[in-house]
T-cell receptor, first 114, second 114 residues
Framework: DTAVSQTPKYLVTQMGNDKSIKCEQNLGHDTMYWYKQDSKKFLKIMFS???????INETVPNRFSPKSPDKAHLNLHINSLELGDSAVYFCASSHSGAVNTEAFFGQGTRLTVV | AQSVTQLGSHVSVSEGALVLLRCNYSSSVPPYLFWYVQYPNQGLQLLLK??????LVKGINGFEAEFKKSETSFHLTKPSAHMSDAAEYFC????????????FGTGTRLKVLA
């Protein structure tokens, strides 16, 4: 009964490849996010979607393209992978209209670009 | 603009000793504040949240935090550390409504010594 699930958990790929990470939430939330956690554990928001619409794009390179087919899914596609893309990517969700709402996080996808 | 600052990237305490992890926030609107914990190779789990209902907030695993507006602080405490508390702790802030972004501090790694 995982609330926010991401696949795959680990991803090792070569530079220049294209890869996707999938995220699904079963909490009925209307807002979903992608965060990047670097090697120093710093968490930075990349994107947020509300009701399938892009709300925040935090100066992420165009090689990163999120897609939200419905409110329960937010996938992340990365083109032409670079060494610097190696990180842990977290999907999260929340209910924007609720008072005192917190974000629920997935288990993360550890991306290693070699 | 909102931000959080966590003083001390590493904190070590003896088992049974008081845990104090510091968080200061900056926000031009009433903030919602959160503490998350991250165990190795896992996602983020909510410990507790401040939502303006009470300044002293109790969370899971014996943790609590006190919101002090005059000091713009939301420090996390636990009276007696346990070995299982060893993890990375993140303070986060969001705005009170229409939340599409959670801003995280740089994290504090808690080490518990036997």
């Amino acid at each position: 009964d995982t609330a926010v699930s991401q696949t795959p958990k680990y991803l090792v790929t070569q530079m220049g490849n294209d890869k996707s990470i999938k995220c699904e939430q079963n909490l009925g939330h209307d807002t979903m996010y992608w965060y990047k956690q670097d090697s120093k554990k710093f968490l930075k928001i990349m994107f947020s979607y509300n009701n399938k619409e892009l709300i925040i794009n935090e100066t992420v390179p165009n090689r990163f393209s999120p897609k939200s087919p419905d409110k329960a899914h937010l996938n992340l596609h990365i083109n032409s992978l670079e060494l610097g893309d190696s990180a842990v990517y977290f999907c999260a969700s929340s209910h924007s209209g609720a008072v005192n709402t917190e974000a629920f996080f997935g288990q993360g996808t550890r991306l290693t670009v070699v | 603009a909102q931000s959080v600052t966590q003083l001390g990237s590493h904190v070590s305490v003896s088992e049974g000793a008081l845990v104090l992890l510091r968080c200061n926030y900056s926000s031009s609107v009433p903030p919602y504040l959160f503490w998350y914990v991250q165990y190795p190779n896992q996602g983020l789990q909510l410990l507790l949240k401040y939502t303006s209902a009470a300044t002293l907030v109790k969370g899971i695993n014996g943790f609590e935090a006190e919101f002090k507006k005059s000091e713009t602080s939301f420090h996390l405490t636990k009276p007696s550390a346990h070995m299982s508390d060893a993890a990375e702790y993140f303070c986060a802030v969001s705005q009170a409504s229409g939340t599409y972004k959670y801003i995280f501090g740089t994290g504090t790694r808690l080490k518990v010594l036997a």
